[in-house]
């Protein structure tokens, strides 16, 4: 009886070792396998973020400027050439992301020697995938904001009365991510206030993210 105990015995303890074994290569197994998936999720979202996810730059172009209502006028009384004008601008915003791109309510300037002589309002909203959104702002020349410079006068009266636009827009895109964005667009050009023609015109566009 004693001898069949301890062979019962040497019989179970080799079964007990290897079930112990067994389990240990199965966690190593699962450990493994999960190590894999998570390199292999980690190499997708790489990929994926620096390509289809990467965020765009908006692109942001003036199709065309043009003149309309022009009122050149000349005050007897102070002597001053006075002119009243609508400057009419179609700019585009194209947005080459795979999200849509939303941007706050903005202001569009329009300026003479750094000062802003007038402005137009830009309504907040969105533009969705691969969109390109058409703007079309309308901006009056004030008079009243030109009375600070003497040289408006000769200029205007001479045909050439040089002039700038600019306009900031900024936004955001959701990615994988929150991407902060901001747009600046420059436009300089002359104004032939007897002609009612512009002139000379470059542009320069920025985008920041």
Known sequence: MEVESINEEKTLMPNAAQGADLRRRRRKKISMWAVG????LAIIITILASTVFKPKRPVTTFNSISLKNV?????????RFKVN???VIDLSI?????????YSQSVAYLRY???????????????RSKETKPMNLAMELLADRLL?????????YSGS?????YVEIMGEIQMLFKVKVKTYSTCTFNVDVMKQSLSDFSCNY???M
């Open 113 to 127: 020697k750094d000062h802003d002589v007038g402005e137009a309002p830009i309504v907040g909203g969105e533009i």
């Open 71 to 79: 009122n050149p006028s000349f005050d007897l009384k102070k002597l």
């Open 148 to 156: 600070f410079d003497s040289d408006v006068y000769s200029q205007a």
């Open 161 to 165: 009365l040089p002039l700038s636009t």
């Open 85 to 87: 004008a609508t400057l």
């Open 206 to 208: 920025k985008t920041e």
């Open 94 to 102: 194209n947005n080459p992301n795979i999200v849509g791109l939303k």
């Open 37 to 40: 998936i998570v390199v292999v």
